[in-house]
């Protein structure tokens, strides 16, 4: 038996390993570029009207207020009402 033949499947793992590596690299990048994580900074007005909604009682007006100026996801925007 020759070398060639003993190391034959060892390269067709180590090949299938990096191509499998790479395609998981390729997909998690495009999952980023889809998702950018951008952090929006609500002005002071938005931040007190959103408080005064709050303590009014209406939470959901109040989530819904932030989403639209700012942009947030729902529990991003709940998270920071709740924060108030």
């Given at each position: 038996m020759s070398p060639l033949e003993i190391a034959t499947p060892s390269i067709i793992a180590l090949t299938a390993v990096i191509t499998a590596t790479a395609?998981?690299?390729i997909i998690v990048a495009a999952r980023l570029t889809q998702r950018p994580r951008n952090r929006p900074n609500p002005s002071d007005d938005l931040v007190d009207?959103?408080?005064?909604?709050?303590?009014?009682?209406?939470?959901?007006?109040?989530?819904?207020?932030?989403?639209?100026?700012?942009?947030?996801?729902?529990?991003?925007?709940?998270?920071f009402v709740n924060r108030l």
């Open positions: 395609i998981w690299l009207q959103a408080r005064e909604l709050k303590a009014l009682g209406q939470i959901q007006e109040a989530v819904f207020l932030v989403r639209g100026e700012t942009g947030m996801s729902q529990s991003a925007a709940a998270r």
